[in-house]
């Protein structure tokens, strides 16, 4: 039986189709209470204590010092979004828990909800309605780009993990492990895990890592952890102001362009170009969207948080990276997949 509403559509195919439809707008009218119960788990390391067997609410509130009542309406919300399962009165961790949430697992980067839910971050969705009208953030000078902004220290803390894994994905694309010489600089480096990776999978590279100097910190730390920190050079400041040096086989630029207009990317991209030796190439790791800007979903979402964030920022395509390569005198642009990362690798020769 078809089903029409007074001013809607008509369903051919009836209440199931009205049904789906309607979930669909008001899970994203909640959503926001799908964040805030994951940050919740991470912050009371709920998954690392049910992976270590403490299954129900009493055990939970044992393991994490939180009330039974509450642990079982978070844990209930839990399973119900399909982190934990639920069996004979017990809760358990689902595969994707297992793997990314629970702090026992070297996949582990629940961290990363520490950043993405940061309040910097989040008041730039709050006023949402006022970017899209003026086209870019509304935090004026507030926005995460100001000079030594503390968001970027919870990034290299919180991100880190994740990047690990996007970095070595980026070390085998360069097929780093043949072990060639190679003196790469990496630009807002941040936890500074694509350098770290690329120091770990070729022992005679060297590495020049730029950013704010209370970000490097974090950096430095990571490369003391890693082990290569003999070949991991600090160099804080502005990527905009300091001095990048010359010679580099290799210029890093993971997720640092899309923060910007056409006209600060290419000012970018002419620093690269000078700073590498003849045959270099830059290394851009992006989310970037296919050509009708609304595929994959990742890429083509990632435009409004540079919107809601930065004054000119963007999700590129690859055509627009290829126009800006090409305009800053780099040649032979390729775009490359990361599986199963959500990101990209735009390579160009100089």
């Given at each position: ?24 707008v008001?899970d ?6 799908r ?7 991470i912050?009371?390391d ?27 309406a ?10 934990l ?27 990363a ?18 970017a ?5 953030t ?13 968001v ?49 999978a ?12 209370s ?9 003391a ?5 003999a ?10 102001e ?14 640092f ?6 006209e ?7 620093r ?24 994959p ?54």
């Open positions: 039986t078809a089903v029409v509403s007074p001013r809607g559509p008509r369903y051919s195919d009836g209440m199931t189709r009205l049904a789906t439809d309607l979930g669909d008001f994203a009218i909640t959503s926001y209470q964040t805030a119960a994951m940050k919740a788990a912050d009371l709920v998954f690392t204590a049910v992976g270590a067997g403490a299954t129900t609410p009493e055990t939970l509130a044992t393991k994490t010092g939180a009330s039974a009542r509450g642990l079982r978070l844990c209930s919300r839990l399973v119900a979004d399909g982190f399962t639920f069996a004979d009165g017990h809760f358990g961790l689902a595969p994707a828990a297992q793997m990314f949430l629970d702090r026992s697992s070297d996949a582990f980067f629940g961290s909800v520490t950043f993405i839910t940061s309040p910097h971050i989040v008041e730039g969705f709050n006023r949402l309605t006022e899209v009208r003026r086209g870019g509304a935090l004026g000078a507030a926005h995460t780009l100001a000079p030594e902004h503390p970027w220290v919870e990034f290299a803390r919180a991100m880190g993990p994740l990047a690990r894994v996007s970095g070595t994905l980026v070390a085998n694309l360069l097929e780093a492990q043949k072990g060639a010489p190679c003196k790469a600089l990496d630009i807002a480096a941040g936890h500074g895990n694509y350098g770290i990776t690329l120091l770990e070729n022992p005679n590279a060297h590495v020049v890592a730029l950013d704010w100097g970000v490097l910190t974090v950096a430095r730390a990571n490369a952890k890693a082990g290569v920190a070949r991991f050079e600090a160099r804080p400041g502005s990527a905009f300091v001095d990048w040096g010359t010679g580099y086989d290799v210029v890093l630029l993971p997720n362009l899309h923060h910007f207009d056409v600060g990317c290419q000012d970018v991209l002419r690269a170009h000078a700073a590498l030796a003849p045959g270099g190439r830059v290394v851009i790791v992006e989310f970037v969207p296919n050509a009708d800007r609304v595929s979903p990742d890429a083509a979402g990632f435009a409004l948080t540079m919107l809601a964030s930065t004054e000119g920022g963007d999700a590129y395509t690859f055509a627009e990276y290829e126009t800006m390569l090409r305009a800053t005198g780099f040649r032979d642009p390729s775009l490359h997949d990361l599986p199963p990362s959500p990101n990209r690798v735009v390579l160009a020769t100089r």
